[in-house]
């Protein structure tokens, strides 16, 4: 085929089709033979090669969402018409999707006002809204991609079984209000039920490496869009306390009782439809905020390291959390790094720049940790001190490993996809950590405000 009008429609699906994560350079190459196959077969039979182009287009199996994305954003080409035709209940099937969120986002704007109804208030009652927070937003959210992904009776199970737990443990323990014990199972247990809507993501593939790493693209990508709703959200009361106000009227009620509540767990939700609905402009994100982000935090925890280094670290328990926070961003933007890149690439640049960052980040838990035993030492266990030790050691336990398979890498002697694979095989010490703090501190270290203290 020498029709040049058509040999630049494939160069531009070809561009279009490698700019796209999941479709590798071989792959690529393998759709394009193919590609061209269907075309010289069409123009055999007679078809014009401007018209055999848009029906092998559209007869690419493995790119159907690629190609119906490609045609979205070429409107004005006539061979939209043929792409987006699709099954009769195509346009139906993505507007039952949207249907399916809105169904259950309210259910979670519903099921969050529930306790108000038994005399329950947030002023009130806070302590019971922070500990059942996590199962008010992501119960829903659980509903939402069973309905949309239909998994397996027994992954369904498990997930019921988990939240059931979860639910029991909040609800059964007598956690006081200002236990040391509940404010760390109130941070754990959505860590753990977060997991736990891992298995409904994977399906009955839960125990495949690639579905978990699917699900980390997806967390990235609803922390993204969780953000911007956020920022929506944040506008929006603003505006309506400033708009009530000038008009007279006092909507702090409305807007701290119902808008703030209902808004956020349904917003849970609505970003996980916006992961799946937008996903092609979202993943196209991943490498730019990698390669953003990555070098500031080079530089950010080197100065880290000779502060702490030159005038020591206090590990009170607000410090802690505070070292913890920067510890797991990072770690999260090491992760989305890994997960964004093309395993079959050879080292380059970017893997030097996150071999520094892992090794700066490494340095920190390390440091951390030393001061951590000097007080352990000097007071003893507590809660707080007992949780920091362990997250600081899984997080120790992930970085050094990290660490030594992309210096591997970097030096030629080992496959990307070993630290891939790392990565997702580590979510189990996350999910067990998360479900011990859940489970345990609270009968270890008992119920109420006075942390015990052992040695």
Request: net charge negative; glycine share 10%.
């Amino acid at each position: 085929m020498t029709d040049s009008a058509v040999e630049a429609q494939i160069d531009e699906w070809r561009s279009y089709v490698r700019g796209h994560r999941e479709v590798s350079s071989a792959d690529g190459d393998e759709l394009e033979d193919h590609l061209r196959a269907r075309i010289d077969e069409l123009t055999g039979a007679g078809l014009a090669p401007d018209e055999a182009f848009l029906v092998a287009v559209k007869r690419v199996g493995r790119l159907d969402e690629l190609t119906r994305e490609f045609a979205r954003e070429h409107s004005d080409r006539l061979w939209k018409q043929l792409v987006l035709s699709g099954p009769p209940d195509s346009g139906a099937a993505r507007d039952r999707s949207m249907d399916v969120m809105l169904i259950w986002a309210f259910a979670a704007a519903v099921a969050v006002k529930v306790p108000a109804l038994l005399g329950l208030s947030l002023d009130h009652d806070a302590a019971f809204y922070g500990l059942n927070g996590g199962l008010f937003a992501l119960v829903p959210l659980v509903g939402y991609l069973a309905t949309v992904r239909r998994p397996g009776r027994s992954t369904l199970v498990r997930v019921a079984a988990l939240f059931a737990v979860g639910a029991i443990v909040v609800n059964a323990y007598p956690l006081t209000d200002d236990g040391a014990t509940t404010l760390l199972v109130g941070l754990h247990l959505p860590i753990a039920l977060w997991i736990a809507v891992g298995l409904a993501y994977s399906g009955d593939d839960w125990l495949s490496g690639p579905r978990w790493m699917d699900f980390i693209r997806f967390t990235g990508e609803w922390v993204v869009y969780m953000a911007l709703l956020a920022l929506g959200g944040g506008v929006l009361s603003g505006l309506t306390l400033g708009a009530f106000d000038a008009a007279g009227a006092d909507a702090t009620e409305f807007v701290t009782a119902w808008l703030i509540p209902c808004g956020f767990v349904g917003a849970v939700v609505v970003a996980a439809w916006l992961v799946e609905a937008k996903k092609s402009v979202i993943e196209n994100m991943a490498p730019v905020l990698g390669m953003v982000f990555t070098p500031l935090f080079v530089v950010t925890l080197a100065g880290l390291v000779v502060a702490i280094v030159a005038n020591g670290i206090d590990v009170d328990r607000d410090a802690l959390i505070l070292f913890d926070l920067v510890l797991v961003v990072v770690l999260g933007l090491i992760v989305y790094g890994v997960s964004a890149r093309e395993p079959a690439d050879p080292p380059g640049f970017f893997d030097r720049l996150q071999l520094g960052l892992v090794a700066a980040t490494l340095v920190v838990d390390v440091l951390v940790l030393v001061a951590l035993g000097r007080r352990l030492s000097d007071f003893g266990f507590s809660p707080n001190r007992t949780a920091a030790l362990g997250e600081n050691l899984v997080l120790l336990g992930n970085l050094a490993w990290s660490a030594w398979l992309l210096a591997g890498f970097v030096r030629g002697r080992s496959r990307f996809a070993l630290l891939n694979s790392w990565q997702t095989r580590y979510i189990c010490v996350y999910a067990g950590w998360a479900w011990v703090v859940v489970l345990l501190f609270p009968l270890v270290f008992g119920f109420d405000s006075t942390p015990r203290v052992f040695g």
